[in-house]
């Protein structure tokens, strides 16, 4: 098994295809690293414009921590796309070069195979997800400096001590990172049903758009099905941010607000990574590969 997720990786990694998804981010934190430090007052005085009559914020809005928060809302509602690229090729590519059933008929079941392309998977996902931290929080930091961390959020505000935020990166990245292997379980999973790495890749997305608008729209149809849908519990990863206060409105250095939800839906992460898996597992047992 070692050995087949070793050529597994080495088939990812020397596509120069695989590298656009960090060439990608890499780009795009820096122009939004840019951006802030250019115009990083404008941004803040946007953010709180409706709370500068009422707060007296003491401290640097715009810091390491901050940048990283501002970053991971806007990249990680596109890189779902950037995993679908390898993660629904997977499968597809193998039929499409013609090599799948070549691969077979080396002395290894079908279940150690598909197992181990899976992982292969998993470990770019996951190698993505380090390269958006070093990136994305590490180099902020770096940059920007720290401070305590203020968010606002729909019907209030959050101030979060510096020396309590990166324990909630830490939380975070690892949450994010269950939300990415459902995706790349997905992809995975559609890519048993083509012979092109297209069609399993447009399938991925139009899937998680779909599942996401549902998942946004508060009508009493799509509510009944929303706890269901992994879409819906992507996000939890900002419950990390929202800290309880005492009778005084004072934030409890080390609580999480609703840590009871990001249990929940990493459960259900979970629940739908074991189910496309396993469900990829059943179809390529039952599979009659031609190509």
């Known amino acids: 098994m070692f050995t087949l997720l070793q050529i597994e990786l080495y088939k990812i990694f020397k596509r120069p295809r695989t590298y656009i998804a960090f060439a ?22 946007f953010v709180l414009a409706d709370l500068q009559n009422t707060l007296e914020i003491n ?37 499409n070069m013609g090599t799948l059933r070549v691969l077979l008929t080396k ?75 459902t995706v790349a379980a997905l992809g995975f999973f559609l890519s048993n049903f083509a012979e092109n790495s297209i069609g399993p890749i447009v399938a991925t997305m139009s899937v998680i758009i779909v599942t996401t608008i549902l998942s946004t729209m508060s009508i009493p149809l799509f509510n009944k099905i929303k706890p269901y849908l992994f879409t819906t519990h992507m996000v939890a990863w900002k419950e990390f941010f929202d ?29 739908h990574i074991i189910l496309f898996v396993g469900a990829s597992v059943w179809v390529f047992k039952k599979k009659n590969v031609l190509s």
């Open 24 to 45: 990608a981010i890499t780009a795009l934190i820096i122009i939004i690293q840019l951006g802030l430090k250019v115009d990083g007052k404008e941004y803040a005085d």
């Open 59 to 95: 401290g640097k809005i715009i810091n390491g921590y901050f940048v990283c928060y501002v970053i991971l809302q806007l990249l990680l509602v596109h890189v779902p796309l950037l995993i679908a690229l390898i993660a629904a090729d997977m499968i597809s590519g193998e039929a």
């Open 107 to 181: 002395p290894i079941s079908r279940t150690e195979f598909i197992i181990a392309k899976f992982l292969a998977a998993a470990i770019y996902t996951i190698l993505l997800l380090i390269w958006i931290a070093v990136f994305a929080l590490l180099a902020s930091i770096i940059i920007f400096g720290t401070d305590d961390m203020f968010l606002v959020k729909n019907a209030y505000a959050v101030q979060i001590e510096k020396v309590d935020i990166f324990w909630r990166y830490i939380g975070a990245f690892c949450f994010a990172a269950l939300a990415m292997l």
């Open 243 to 271: 800290v309880k206060v005492n009778d005084a409105n004072e934030t409890i250095r080390g609580t999480v607000q609703n840590a009871d939800k990001i249990i929940r839906s990493s459960i259900v992460l979970i629940a």
